[in-house]
């Protein structure tokens, strides 16, 4: 927990973005989690995300369910709506907030008791529907807010503080993700920003639900030996294999890299997410092959990381509903209500 | 065979017991709707089992001249066409009725009763010798019975034939098969029979104001015109038709001609937990948003209610409620959500509910809701029936004014917003206990942090007792200032009347005619039926003007009774319950046996005087 407020004064060197922004005006409220949770990192990573994209704060709207990770839209973005719902209950609220409004941004903050236990059916469900938004879960493998228990996350022999070994298998959120048709599937380690930023950037232009599985280790009730989500365990274990490159709209790509380790994914906005491959034989647009090579690596104990499926010709929850252009929130009524002329007429088949 | 029953010209009940899948339904809304447009007020109720094919299914049918179209279960004819039930269905009619069979087979001896009459007509032979395949062979069977009924009650032929015109103008074979059934059924009773019974209709000017149609459709055209543009929900019996009837209504009116893109999003969710927190997105965000359910969905939004209620959220949830507890009946009527809706979710909560009596209320009510959930920022029942949402009912034709405006409540705009120099959430309140909102993407001034946990009048999180309480008691101030704007309850006041009956929903019919029938007998009573929660101040005044209230509602535990005596002064001696809840539409029969069983009332002077000092 920092005690100490950052001043509010404007330090020379930060530059403002395309709004006129600095990185300072994407902040939030004080975090009041554990100092070093992985959950606050985490949190700068969002505030860096957002900056870089010039996204006017208003435009956002920032959703969580309960726990230690949904707390953190308090601490991003505060000229943005925020709605702290109930546990496991965020997906449903996004997914009626996107329905209502499709021209705003939506990033929803969850953890893996918020995601995989009480609300694995609404995120599920959310992941079906495509729904645009950005779904991160904070992902430590325990319950912190109540003090250590083991979550659906935690995986097999991982011990607890107490020292009890984990005899349930765990819920890969990745996976799961994949199998149920997720269209943009990430995981992430708190600890690497440099990775983590370009994922939540490419995540929020995803024209669908970007799910990004962050290691967001939990130092006071997770982060000892024998946990398999400790920052010393997720170090030693993280297999960067595909790494994100976000070009925005009309820029130049500058970055070169050795011909045939690189793909390129145009997003919907026209901006370009470049696919930069650590291991050669990766081809993250076949959700088959990416399945299989993450089991065999993760059966060993590896945890691969890295924008690791995306298909951005997937039918978005809105290109599904067929709805109109405009928000449903900026209808007039008068185009919504057919009046008294035509209830005469609908009521003649009721004669 | 005993002497038939006197003349009764449009004023007697006849059953239809059929094996459902087997084209009942359509034979029978045939035979309500050639009544209703030959001008008589009519009533029809679908006692119908949870299953889709080869279980017993009823169909009742009452006409009155009166309008007295409450159920009944004074049958004067039965149309037998379910061997399985047979033996029960021939008992249920009235000595000197009527008992139509399948003559195709004998009656079995032990069947038959002796003070009733039985017409045989052979439509399985009619039928089999008229068409060809199996199924359209059953399927005609039934449709052969309207004929025969209507030369036997004396139904308009034209106005029949010109309802099969119109059911199927666009298919002309089967057009063709109908009218070649009821032709069958018609001719043979001409030929057989004595026509028309003493039991008969005439045409009367009764209905021509007036449409037949189902609750849950009018539920459905009350969101449209209210101007909803989300709607998520679970199928669940009764209140899914609702949610077939807005998805056709919107798909008709609120698809753009140009482009072919809808101005609705309608999300069928995975659970009725996601479908309120959809509804609550939604409504967070702007939009008119609703979700429509039964008793065991009511349950599962518990959670989430509360959420809506302490964030001040609007939601507008609709309970075609269903006979409970658990699974309960799902195909039978009751009233058993009032409490469940009127507290809904842990800690202290209390909502907004309207009941509707029938479908013209069901299409007001439900304007009438989402213009209360924007106004008071907060979730609104509406709590229709099985009864009421899924058979047609005669009402007066249905308005609409064209100059109303939605209510949107306090919502502030961008220049508002501009303008203040700085925004907060719960503060400051008006009069009624609300303070302004605004919504996400309209101006960065205007972002806070919506949540459940504890906040104070300024939106922050808080832990203080004082600050937490001060936010309760402006929401408590808030559901009180509601008494004003729900719709009022209905009293009607008789001569003389010493005893009062209050009631609610559906049961409306059931205790007007019952009011009518005590009369007769010499017991004069007051009339009210409540139409909101919370109680308006006239709904407190007929409690303590009497010194005797009946409370008449559908469920085990008196349930309207019990939050009388919770949110008002009504002492709980003067209040008599009368209740059924066996899942079958409430009968005038019932009521009146309820409040004559309980007579004399005590004298109660006393404790009018009591209450009064409260």
């Known amino acids: 927990m920092s005690y100490i407020k950052k001043p509010a004064a404007r330090h020379p060197s930060l530059q403002p973005n395309k709004l006129g922004l600095t990185v300072r005006d994407y902040e939030g409220s004080m975090s009041t989690l554990c100092a070093g949770c992985g959950h606050d990192s985490i949190t700068a990573a969002i505030v860096r995300a957002f900056y870089e994209l010039d996204t006017p704060p208003h435009m956002l709207a920032k959703l969580s369910g309960i726990g230690c990770s949904s707390k953190t839209p308090t601490y991003f973005v505060s000229g943005a709506h925020g709605f702290n719902s109930a546990h496991g209950r965020m997906p449903a609220i996004a997914t009626g907030a996107s329905a209502a409004n499709k021209e705003l941004l939506y990033i929803g903050v969850s953890g893996d008791g918020d995601s995989l236990s009480i609300g694995l059916g609404q995120m599920c469900h959310a992941i079906r529907r495509n729904v645009s938004m950005l779904y991160i879960i904070e992902n430590n493998g325990v319950y912190g807010l109540t003090k250590g228990q083991f979550s659906a996350s935690s995986d097999i022999g991982s011990k607890s503080k107490k020292g009890e070994a984990n005899t349930q298998p765990p819920i890969d959120p990745v996976m799961l993700a994949l199998s149920i048709g997720a269209t943009f599937v990430a995981r992430s380690f708190s600890g690497d920003k440099a990775q983590l930023v370009p994922i939540l950037k490419a995540g929020l232009l995803h024209k669908g639900f970007a799910l990004v599985d962050v290691i967001s280790p939990c130092v006071t009730f997770n982060d000892h030996e024998g946990s398999t989500k400790s920052y010393v365990h997720t170090r030693k274990h993280q297999l960067p294999i595909i790494e994100a490159d976000f070009v925005p709209h009309k820029s130049e790509i500058v970055a070169d890299y050795p011909e045939g380790s690189t793909t390129s994914v145009t997003m919907h906005d026209g901006s370009v997410v470049r696919l930069r491959k650590v291991a050669a034989d990766y081809d993250p647009s076949d959700r088959s092959a990416v399945s299989s090579y993450l089991q065999k690596h993760q059966s060993k104990g590896e945890i691969p990381t890295g924008l690791l499926y995306l298909d951005e010709s997937g039918v978005e929850m809105h290109e599904g509903a067929k709805t109109v252009d405009t928000p449903l929130t900026r209808l007039p009524f008068e185009e919504l209500c057919p009046g008294n002329a035509a209830l005469a007429k609908f009521q003649q088949a009721y004669r | 065979m005993q002497q038939a029953l006197k003349l009764k010209v449009n004023d007697f009940a006849f059953k239809l017991a059929n094996v459902n899948g087997t084209g009942s339904a359509s034979a029978n809304g045939l035979l309500m709707q050639a009544i209703f447009r030959m001008g008589i007020p009519v009533s029809g109720k679908n006692l119908f089992p949870s299953n889709i094919q080869g279980l017993p299914t009823w169909y009742e049918i009452r006409v009155s001249d009166r309008g007295h179209t409450a159920r009944t279960a004074e049958y004067d004819l039965m149309v037998a066409m379910n061997a399985e039930t047979y033996a029960r269905d021939v008992k249920e009619v009235r000595t000197g009725g009527w008992v139509i069979y399948d003559s195709t087979w004998p009656l079995a001896a032990s069947l038959v009763r002796e003070d009733v009459t039985f017409l045989g007509v052979p439509f399985a032979k009619l039928c089999n010798d008229a068409f060809v395949e199996s199924r359209e062979r059953t399927l005609m069977k039934n449709i052969a019975y309207v004929g025969t009924l209507a030369a036997l009650l004396d139904i308009d032929m034209e106005i029949v034939s010109g309802m099969l015109k119109e059911k199927f103008a666009k298919k002309p074979a089967l057009m063709e098969s109908n009218a070649k059934a009821i032709r069958l059924g018609y001719d043979y009773a001409k030929a057989h029979l004595e026509c028309p019974l003493t039991i008969r209709l005439k045409k009367m000017d009764a209905t021509k104001d007036s449409i037949l149609i189902d609750g849950n459709t009018a539920t459905a055209l009350g969101c449209l015109y209210a101007g909803a543009t989300v709607a998520a929900w679970y199928p669940i019996t009764p209140s899914t038709s609702v949610l077939d009837a807005f998805t056709s209504l919107c798909a008709k009116y609120r698809t753009d001609k140009v482009t072919g893109k809808r101005k609705y999003c309608i999300l069928q969710a995975e659970d009725e937990l996601a479908a309120i927190g959809m509804v609550i997105g939604a409504s967070w965000n702007g939009a008119r948003a609703f979700t429509s359910t039964s008793g065991p969905g009511i349950s599962l939004m518990n959670e989430l209610i509360g959420l809506a209620y302490y964030a001040e959220i609007p939601a507008v949830i609709v309970d075609v409620q269903r006979v409970g507890p658990a699974t309960g009946m799902p195909t039978r009527t009751q009233q058993g959500d009032i409490l469940l809706c009127a507290y809904a979710s842990h800690g202290d909560t209390k909502h907004i509910v309207l009941f509707p009596a029938n479908p013209a209320e069901c299409f007001y009510f439900a304007v009438k809701a989402f213009d209360l959930a924007e106004r008071f920022q907060t979730p609104v029942f509406m709590l229709s029936d099985l009864d009421i949402g899924m058979n047609d009912w005669v009402i007066p034709r249905l308005e609409w004014d064209d100059g109303y405006k939605p209510d949107r409540g306090r919502v502030l705009t961008r220049e508002q917003l501009e303008a203040m120099p700085k925004f907060h959430r719960y503060s400051p309140e008006d009069e009624l206990g609300v303070a302004a909102r605004t919504l996400p993407g309209v101006h960065e001034k205007g972002s806070f942090f919506t949540r459940g946990s504890g906040h104070n009048k300024l939106g922050g999180y808080t832990e203080s007792p004082d600050e937490y309480q001060e936010v309760m008691d402006r929401l408590a101030r808030k559901h009180r200032a509601a008494r004003r704007l729900v719709p009022k309850a209905i009293i009607e006041r008789h001569a003389g009347a010493k005893i009062g009956i209050a009631t609610i929903g559906g049961c409306d019919l059931a205790v007007r005619e019952a009011i009518e029938a005590l009369a007769a007998r010499g017991v004069a009573a007051d009339y009210m039926r409540i139409r909101g929660f919370p109680f308006g101040d006239e709904v407190e005044d007929f409690f303590r003007g009497h010194e005797t209230v ?65």
Do not use: C, H
């Open chain 2, 550 to 614: 009946f409370v008449v509602e559908q469920n085990r535990d008196a349930q309207l009774k019990s939050l009388v005596i919770l949110e008002t002064p009504t002492l709980k001696r003067k209040l008599r319950s009368v209740l059924a809840y066996g899942g079958f539409p409430l009968q005038a029969a019932q009521v009146v046996e309820g409040v004559l069983s309980q007579l004399p009332p005590r004298d109660t002077a006393a404790t009018v005087a009591e209450e009064d000092r409260e």
